[in-house]
């Protein structure tokens, strides 16, 4: 069995490392997969150098659990010290906690932030997402909203789960900042007044011909089935993104992201 060790690197702190991963770890972060379990648990899994160097300077009070390869620790031992919890590990033993097709050097486990409806900026524009069920539309999504600054997502509760690792990893770090939400959607936006609704729909007007007033909120819709029927009573204009070329549609996350750039530039 290995031993614990412990590295002084200054006068006030220490970086305790534990070098060993225990089979209830194992099975515990591969539990982290459901979402069932993230919501018992309140915590999901984030991977990879980037996202993971993200979550340390920017929420490194959120971060629970480390594992990682011990060159990437020692890289890093000044900005640390505050994490509960580092496991130094070597490449085949993080093949088993990765959920990736190649491990990249830490696994972080993190404590979900809690989503507080009441503080929406309704001043601000708002995307709406109505049943999204693509990870990575969902993801790039948030990361398409964090470039443009918006800030808050609505989502219908039968929406993939913004903790999911695929919408995590595709987020790549947006999730930090766009604060993700879950609801009724019609309800939501039924309570809504004075302010333009504007749906992403094939049959709308061209976002051309059309002066798209701000603050609103836009609402894109699944992916096969577009806007529910519960939803569409609540919008009021439907908008289209202009075709020049035979394609029959456009991946949900692209229209999102060129329906958020003319809305926002």
Not at 66 to 76: G, N, P, Q, T, V
Not at 155 to 174: A, L, R, Y
Not at 243 to 258: C, D, F, H, M, Y
Request: aromatic share 6%; net charge neutral; charged share 25%.
């Amino acid at each position: 069995m290995r031993k614990k060790y412990t590295l002084f690197f200054s006068k006030t702190k220490c970086l305790k490392i534990e070098e060993m991963i225990s089979k209830s770890d194992v099975k515990y972060i591969q539990s982290l997969a459901h979402k069932k379990f993230r919501d018992e648990t309140g915590e999901f899994v984030v991977e990879g150098v980037k996202m993971v160097d993200e979550w340390i300077s920017e929420k490194p009070e959120a971060i629970r659990k480390l594992y990682a390869l011990k060159s990437w620790i020692d890289e890093r031992k000044s900005v640390i010290s505050q994490i509960p919890c580092v496991t130094a590990m070597e490449e085949f033993e993080l093949e088993k906690i990765s959920g990736l097709t190649t491990p990249n050097q830490v696994v972080a486990i993190v404590q979900k932030p809690e989503s507080n409806y009441s503080d929406i900026d309704k001043s601000k524009t708002i995307l709406a997402l109505d049943d999204i069920q693509d990870p990575g539309n969902l993801g790039t999504i948030i990361r398409t909203c964090d470039w443009f600054g918006i800030q808050d997502i609505v989502c219908s509760n039968q929406t993939v789960d913004v903790f999911n690792s695929k919408v995590v990893q595709s987020s790549m770090g947006s999730v930090l900042r766009v604060h993700v939400h879950y609801t009724d959607l019609a309800s939501f936006l039924k309570e809504q007044q004075g302010i333009e609704i504007y749906a992403a729909a094939l049959n709308g007007i061209s976002i051309t011909k059309i002066e798209l007033k701000q603050p609103c909120i836009l609402v894109i819709g699944n992916e096969s089935k577009g806007i529910g029927e519960d939803v569409t009573p609540y919008i009021t204009q439907a908008i289209a993104i202009p075709k020049t070329g035979r394609a029959e549609s456009l991946n949900a996350a692209v229209a999102a992201s060129i329906l958020i750039s003319r809305l926002m530039l």
